[in-house]
Structure formats: C-alpha cells, structure tokens
T-cell receptor, first 114, second 112 residues
C-alpha cells in the first residue's frame, strides 16, 4: 500500500506570492490533516478534513486555507506569502480522523519564502 | 501558549545505555498521548502511545510512562541503538478534538 504522498518536495517562492501544496492520503483513508513544522515550534496543527469538510482548524490566519476532494486528496493554499511562512508542511492521513487513531505522515513539502 | 513542552532540544546517549525523553503538558483535558519519531527528510512515524487510564505502556525497547498528577510523560528506550538517532515528538489529544498538539521535539543522538 502506498504511503502518504506530498508534492512538491521543495518550493521556493517570494513574498506576496501564493502557493498550493498537494497531499494524496493512503488509499482508504478519509481524514487528512495538515501541520506546519518550524525549528523550535514543533508541529503546529493547521486544519483537518474529512469527507470534503473541514472539521477542525488551528490558530493560523485566513491566508492559510485548504480543501479536500471526493477522492480524499487534499490541497493546502497559502496566499500573500510572508517570510515567516518558510517551514516544512506535513500532511497526515488516517482512516476516520478520531483522536486516538494513528496518523500516517508524508515526507512534507519544504517551503522557502525569499 | 505551548500546551505540550519538550524542554530538552537535544540529548546525547551512549549506545547500549538508556535514553529518557521527557514531555510536560498543561491541559488537563488531554487523555491520550503519543510519541512520534522523525528522521531527516522523512515524515514523523508513530512510535508508541498511552491512554490516560494507564500509567505505563511497553513495546519492545520502548516504554512510555505517564504521571497524570505531574502532567508529565517520558519515553524510555533501552538499550539505545544508533538507529534510534532521530527527532522525537510527543503529542497529546483531548476527547472530541480531532487534532494532535505536539511538543517542539527532542533530537536524540546515540553515540557508538
């Protein structure tokens, strides 16, 4: 069974641009979560989608948005990029997204904002 | 407000010895705790978990201890092996919250 796939692996953007990141979950998994990892901050929860609906959202500005498609694939969008958005963005999938369920993470997209 | 804290950014242990990674939390609503391990250029992988109704859970070389009164958990690895060198994240969740709250991570280095 293929794991969680994130594309692209690396991205370089400039301030003010927007970016879209993609995540394909493990086949059969219907919940997709996004996390931002920065040095010293650990992983910060962005949002979680289940059956195309956002069920939970972290404390990030509205510039961060996402969506989920009917095949459970998910995209995350960041508009008006700022230098502080430079981070590793991780996507995780699970069967149903219940709290005690194991998350399976992708390798992440490393975003650099110049 | 960091609800889950790993106060040691790094830890160095000799191969064969015990590695102890610590994690503190502030939210008394957390009822499930997990440890994830992350190698460079890879996503975190699940290692071990513990429910708040238990105080210890063991899986091979890995044992997690939970002290609810102190709001503290620890991960013990014994014996430590070079392949254990990685960043370890503790995480917590509360019933009804479909999200994990992670600590900042501790980089463990096992020296031969």
């Amino acid at each position: 069974k293929a794991g969680v796939t994130q594309t692209p692996r690396y991205l370089i953007k400039t301030r003010g641009q927007q970016v879209t990141l993609s995540c394909s979950p493990i086949s059969g998994h219907r919940s997709v979560s996004w996390y931002q990892q920065t040095p010293g901050q650990g992983l910060q929860f962005l949002f979680e989608y289940f059956s195309e609906t956002q069920r939970n959202k972290g404390n990030f500005p509205g510039r961060f948005s996402g969506r989920q498609f009917s095949n459970s694939r998910s995209e995350m969008n960041v508009s008006t990029l700022e230098l502080g958005d430079s981070a590793l963005y991780l996507c995780a999938s699970s069967l149903a997204g219940i709290p005690n369920e194991k998350l399976f993470f992708g390798s992440g997209t490393q975003l650099s904002v110049l | 407000d960091q609800q889950v804290k790993q106060n040691s950014p790094s830890l160095s242990v000799q191969e064969g010895r015990i590695s102890i990674l610590n994690c503190d939390y502030t939210n008394s609503m957390f009822d499930y705790f997990l440890w994830y391990k992350k190698y460079p250029a890879e996503g975190p992988t699940f290692l071990i978990s513990i429910s708040s109704i238990k105080d210890k859970n063991e899986d091979g070389r890995f044992t997690v201890f939970l002290n609810k009164s102190a709001k503290h958990l620890s991960l013990h690895i014994v014996p430590s092996q070079p392949g254990d060198s990685a960043v370890y994240f503790c995480a917590a969740s509360a019933e009804g919250a479909q999200k994990l709250v992670f600590g900042q991570g501790t980089r463990l280095t096992i020296n031969p």
